[in-house]
């Protein structure tokens, strides 16, 4: 049974190089092609694996990855060493196309968050004649706060729980494979969420060994996400995703 799922928090494969070079803290105008590359294809990897619709830009921009990263690695000739200063002066670097594409899109993405925010900020003024508004404002419940847990965390975290999986020695068992509807996995994390008192943790929501369950359960989280039904926060980079039901108004 397949089960095909498409994540709106896709903003293409800029926007995700530009995530893994704030996560390992690399430097924008001097790119270790081979380690980006490596990071990138693990997360291609991932997506593809879990049956996520990954558009074609992602696999071109792969595909660049690979032609650089081939460049990089070709040996010179002994009769072009004697001119390597000329050469270093006149060739040019293979990286350099995709840092100018990566210094502009980070330039729009900010000016976009810019935007956003003047947005939100204008979004709050009103131009209107004062009301008695107290007895509405005692009924009104506050917001909840938004933490900026992105797909690319939730794919991180993915990765982390199959690396500890692997790591559990597997019990000397006989299991007959079992389909789970994703339905039903969905609404037995919300049960679950739901009778749970404050917020639990994102591993405690796979409590199955086999790599099926595994990925049903991580589409069933995706999805809740999507339909807005959970709520999943991260208090900072690197620490611990807690998932927690909607309070509903």
Known sequence: MQYNVKID????PLDLLLHLINRLE????DIPVSEITEQYLLYIHTMKELQLDVASEFLVMAATLLAIKSKMLLPKHEEELHDEEYEMEMEEDP???LVERLIEYRKFKEAAQDLKYLEEERSLIFTKAPSDLSEIASTVKPETKDLNVSLYDMLGAFQKLLRR????????TKIT??????????NEILSELKTFTG???????FPYRERGHIVVTFLAILELMKRKE??????????DIFVSATVEE
């Open 177 to 186: 494979k079992q389909e789970i509807p994703i339905q039903t996995r969905m």
């Open 165 to 172: 999986k692997k790591l559990q020695k597997p019990l000397p």
């Open 26 to 29: 690399i430097d924008i105008y």
């Open 95 to 97: 990286r350099d196309e």
């Open 230 to 239: 959970i709520h999943v926060e991260q208090e900072k980079n690197f620490s």
């Open 9 to 12: 928090a896709f903003e293409g």
């Open 199 to 205: 917020r639990k943790s994102f591993f405690d929501l």
